[in-house]
C-alpha cells in the first residue's frame, strides 16, 4: 500500500471527508436557529405551511441525520434521508426549467446539479455502510 493509500484510510480522514459531505447541512441549521425569522421566511418563500413547523423539521432533520452519518449509528439512513431530502428540495429550490434564459437560469441550473451530485454521495455513503455492515456480518 503506498503512502497516499495508507494517508487516504485513515479514520480521521473518512470521518473529514463526512463532515464535509454534511457541513451544508450543519451550517444551514445553525444559520436558521441563529435566525430563526429568517428561517421560517425561507418556508414562506418555498410555499411550505405551517412556515414555522417547517423550520423547526428541517432544523432538527438535517441535524439528526448529519448526527447519524458523522457517529456510524445508522449512517446509511441518515445518508439516504439526506440524499432524498436533497433532491425533494432541489426541484422546489433549483426550478431552473421555469426561469427565462440568462444568468439566473445558468445559476439555478448548476446549483440543481450540484445538488443532484450531492445526493449521489450521499447514496454512496450509505452504499458503502451498507457493504461494510454486509462483510463484517
Known sequence: MSTLERMVHRP?????????LCSAYIQGSVC???????AIGEMRHFGM?????????????ELVCSAAILSGR?????????AVFTIAATFVANAWWSLPPGPEQSMSMNGFFEHIG???AF??????????KTRDG
Open 118 to 120: 450531492l445526493a449521489g
Open 74 to 82: 445508522l449512517r446509511w439512513l441518515g445518508a439516504l434521508a439526506l
Open 12 to 20: 480521521v480522514v473518512r470521518w473529514l471527508a463526512l463532515l464535509a
Open 123 to 132: 447514496v454512496l455513503v450509505a452504499w458503502m455502510d451498507l457493504g461494510r
Open 49 to 61: 405551511a405551517p412556515p414555522t413547523l417547517f423550520a423547526v423539521g428541517v432544523i432538527v432533520f
Open 32 to 38: 436558521k436557529i441563529v435566525d430563526f425569522p429568517s
